[in-house]
């Protein structure tokens, strides 16, 4: 795997759900802004099925390098992207970023790492986004997650297609900060967890 400092960042309800057919079960702007705020100005690894339920008006999201893991090497996520571009939110006058639209697609995890790591810039850092595969592969090379706990419980007994987060290890993990708000419809819990490195 390549060498490279990779977080991963995902929302839960209070059993570990991230999502049901294909979507996200909750709509909870504080944690969508949370989630811009961490990633904007870096680059960020998803799974087709991630893509594919960003609404077309939000992909690529912008100031970010986006990059795609797919079996499907012939997938066209975006017919245009060699033509937009969008600026640093944090410096609007500064200078254009292209790679910030991009969309790569790759195969496998270690290849998207790789092409992460080709084109990572100072100060950027990689996160996967999902979904429930992706951050299986993740994990486990993973460094830092950022973990948002929605206080619900989400009804599934209606649904085609459930995932969850997989389970992160007994002793593996750091809470470094944890903040709770009042979302618009539950309370939120924002955890970023470090890892924990075992000496020989």
């Known amino acids: 795997m390549i060498d490279i400092d990779l977080s991963v960042i ?43 339920s960003i609404p077309e008006k939000f992909r690529p999201l912008p ?35 292209p790679n910030a639209v991009y969309v790569n697609v790759r195969n496998s995890l270690r290849h998207a790492l790789s092409c992460a790591h080709d084109k ?24 830092r997650v950022y973990l948002t706990r929605v206080d619900i419980e989400v009804d599934v007994s209606g649904a085609k297609e459930v995932a969850y987060f997989p389970e992160m290890g007994e002793n593996a993990w750091d809470l470094v900060s944890t903040t709770t708000v009042e979302g618009k419809t539950s309370k939120l819990t924002f955890e970023v967890y470090d890892r ?5």
């Open 10 to 52: 995902v929302a839960v309800d209070r059993n570990g759900l991230i999502g049901t057919d294909g979507g996200i079960p909750w709509r909870e702007p504080q944690d969508m802004r949370y989630f811009q705020q961490v990633t904007d100005g870096h680059i960020v690894i998803m799974g087709r099925g991630t893509w594919d």
């Open 63 to 97: 100031n970010r390098l986006n990059i795609i893991v797919t079996r499907q090497e012939d997938y066209v996520a975006h017919p245009n992207l060699e033509v937009r571009r969008v600026r640093d939110n944090k410096n609007p006058q500064g200078p254009k970023r």
């Open 120 to 143: 990572l810039q100072a100060r950027e850092q990689v996160f996967v986004i999902g979904g429930a595969q992706l951050y299986r592969v993740a994990l486990p090379v993973a460094n």
């Open 196 to 200: 924990i490195y075992q000496g020989p």
